[in-house]
């Protein structure tokens, strides 16, 4: 497709268990964002990668989260040892190079810990 | 990336136009005005952007004042299908190097018939 796409849509997991969220974006997009979400609130930055290496990643919460790029197309987000407050939705972005242009969201995969 | 200050609600009838207003009073000089709206169950979309000039897509019109401080997000002719939440966001803009977006909580625009 041509827009970003993210999976799974949905995610429901038991608390303490490890989920990847995978984002596949725009073909020769070089930067991509992880945003999460939390209702009646806007995203929440995460990281951002240009190309394979992630050059902010001041938004992630705590070490239980870490995000691979190693090719600089998809992206898998990682979450270790889920807590209920994890519960959000998780938005992936891309633009077209290394300046600020425009950027696409994806969908999002709702995240709930039980 | 400078602040910005949105109402957290508006109301505007089918066909007329929304005025979507933004303070970002300590805006840099090399900082732009982003627009982002979100409606529900979707990833944000973008709508426009501007430094200090007025614009105008086939989306919507955005006019900055001429301090920069705040900005106003015109939709000439709001329907039904603009109800959303629109997010007003300051940022480096295209020749700079990328950066995050930082969304505040934005205005939710109920357009109703």
């Known amino acids: 497709g041509a827009g970003v796409s993210q999976t799974p849509s949905n995610k429901v997991t038991e608390k303490g268990k490890y989920v990847e969220l995978r984002c596949d974006p725009i073909?020769?997009?070089?930067?991509l964002y992880w945003y999460r979400q939390s209702l009646g609130q806007g995203p929440e930055f995460l990281i951002y990668f240009q190309g394979t290496g992630a050059a902010d990643d001041s938004g992630l919460p705590n070490d239980r989260f870490f995000a691979v790029r190693p090719e600089g197309s998809v992206s898998t987000l990682k979450i270790q040892r889920t807590e209920r407050g994890d519960s959000a939705v998780y938005l992936c972005?891309?633009?077209?190079?290394?300046?600020?242009?425009?950027?696409?969201f994806g969908q999002g995969t709702r995240l709930t810990v039980v | 990336d400078a602040k910005t200050t949105q109402p957290p609600s508006m109301d505007c009838a089918e066909g007329r136009a929304a005025n979507l207003p933004c303070n970002h009073s300590t805006i840099s000089g090399n900082e732009y005005v982003y627009w982002y709206r979100q409606i529900h169950s979707q990833g944000p979309q973008y709508i426009i952007h501007g430094l200090k000039n007025n614009e105008t897509n086939e989306m919507a019109s955005l006019i900055i004042t001429e301090d920069r401080k705040s900005s106003t997000l015109i939709l000439p002719h709001a329907t039904l299908r603009d109800t959303a939440v629109y997010y007003c966001?300051?940022?480096?803009?295209?020749?700079?190097?990328?950066?995050?977006?930082?969304f505040g909580t934005g205005t939710r625009l109920q357009v109703t018939l």
């Open positions: 972005a891309s633009s077209l190079n290394g300046r600020n242009t425009e950027a696409f």
């Open positions: 073909s020769g997009h070089t930067a």
């Open positions: 966001i300051v940022r480096v803009g295209p020749a700079g190097t990328a950066s995050k977006l930082t």
